[in-house]
């Protein structure tokens, strides 16, 4: 028999043997996970780049490691539970000479930061690529230090001169007035807003004009408060375009609030009159046209989302093509958007073949979404294909995969 006493000392000795073990135990694993996680922040956010950082980011990175690393998409949607490697976090690969292109105002800040905190997760902290942010009065301060701490590649802010916001000297401004109480009246959607169509003008004019975009082959419209669902860290949309040598990539094809445009197809039909030469052999006409050029069935590509290829909106046919417009007035007259003007031309200009659908880029803005319905890129996305655009989508994008 063992005494009472000596077997309760044994007992104790026992648990805190244990104790002291498994004390041990979580220690070492949780050392192991945290040079795990130091392994995979790319060294920059360890160095002087702080510097450019909102003081409560430089803490965060400080003293909260797990939340400065992005997690992977595809640990989220389930593909997989890899650990990020330091090859997930830097592209060693070709890059194209091209950039995430932004229109926006300060008070978008915040939705802003939203979409590139997921731009970044899902594409950007690998490829790296630089943005340029547009407006046309100056950024604040604070809009500028919130914004350089979402990434760390190079951030451009630049001021739109302001003869390309203004109005040409042949409009008559208080038509231009009357007609938008009209389109107000009518409910026609922004029918009122006078900046909205200077935003119209300047995306379908002179964006790809500016100083800042100048030095770029290729671009990428991001639009503050959107988001994209799908992985796109083994994929280069900019390399695509380039390799596959396409001039203008998009993911939503809507039909245009025809309220907007009455008389835009008048002018587009004229314009193909006076400039034979501008229209490519193997166009997309039948997209955009039922009968042949008479009427317009209205489809465009939703241009919130487009890739570029900036040689083909500084070419002569382009430019002849928006000057045409313009002196036409319809952008303030009426309420011609940039995606119709985007459109008619990609499809009138292009060899067909130079348009490309990204079907592998989930893409939702508002109401509107692309999620790819294919198994296999579902594996890649967190996004329903329930949700995306009904008819108004199929009719005009099914008839573009179909020419």
């Not at 900046?195 to 290729?218: A, N, W």
């Not at 007259?333 to 659908?357: C, K, N």
Request: proline fraction near 5%.
């Amino acid at each position: 028999m063992i005494p009472r006493r000596l077997a309760a000392t044994r007992c104790r000795i026992l648990l805190f043997v244990i104790a002291f073990l498994a004390g041990y135990f979580f220690e070492y694993t949780r050392n192991i996970t945290f040079k795990n996680i130091s392994s995979v922040i790319p060294h920059h956010h360890q160095t002087d780049e702080q510097a450019h950082l909102h003081p409560v980011a430089i803490k965060t990175l400080t003293t909260n490691v797990n939340f400065t690393v992005p997690l992977p998409l595809s640990t989220s949607t389930g593909a997989t539970t890899e650990k990020l490697t330091q090859d997930d976090t830097q592209n060693n690969g070709p890059r194209a000479n091209a950039a995430f292109v932004v229109l926006l105002q300060n008070k978008d800040l915040h939705d802003m930061r939203k979409t590139m905190r997921n731009l970044e997760s899902v594409f950007n902290r690998k490829h790296g690529y630089p943005y340029v942010f547009l407006n046309n009065v100056p950024f604040t301060e604070h809009f500028k230090t919130h914004i350089r701490a979402m990434t760390t590649a190079p951030v451009k802010f630049g001021l739109i001169p302001k003869e390309h916001w203004s109005y040409p000297s042949f409009i008559n401004k208080t038509q231009a007035a009357l007609n938008r109480v009209d389109m107000e009246n009518r409910n026609v959607p922004y029918g009122e807003s006078e900046s909205y169509r200077h935003m119209c003008r300047y995306m379908s004019g002179f964006i790809f004009k500016h100083e800042l975009v100048q030095e770029y082959d290729y671009y990428w419209r991001v639009e503050p408060g959107v988001s994209f669902s799908c992985d796109l860290l083994n994929v280069d949309p900019f390399m695509i375009m380039k390799t596959k040598k396409y001039k203008y990539g998009f993911t939503i094809a809507l039909p245009e609030f025809v309220d907007t445009i009455p008389t835009l197809w008048e002018n587009v039909k004229r314009f193909r009159k006076l400039h034979p030469e501008h229209i490519a052999k193997r166009n997309s006409l039948e997209w955009i046209s039922y009968d042949k050029g008479d009427t317009y069935n209205n489809c465009h590509f939703w241009s919130n989302f487009e890739i570029v290829d900036t040689s083909f909106f500084r070419s002569k046919a382009y430019l002849d093509f928006f000057q045409f417009l313009d002196d036409a007035g319809g952008f303030f007259y009426e309420r011609w958007g940039d995606a119709p003007v985007h459109s008619i031309a990609a499809a009138l200009m292009l060899d067909r073949r130079e348009i490309h659908f990204f079907n592998e880029i989930g893409y939702r803005h508002g109401m509107y979404e692309h999620c790819p319905e294919s198994p296999e890129l579902q594996l890649k996305c967190a996004c329903d294909p329930k949700d995306n655009v009904d008819w108004v989508q199929f009719s005009c994008l099914r008839r573009f995969l179909e020419i």
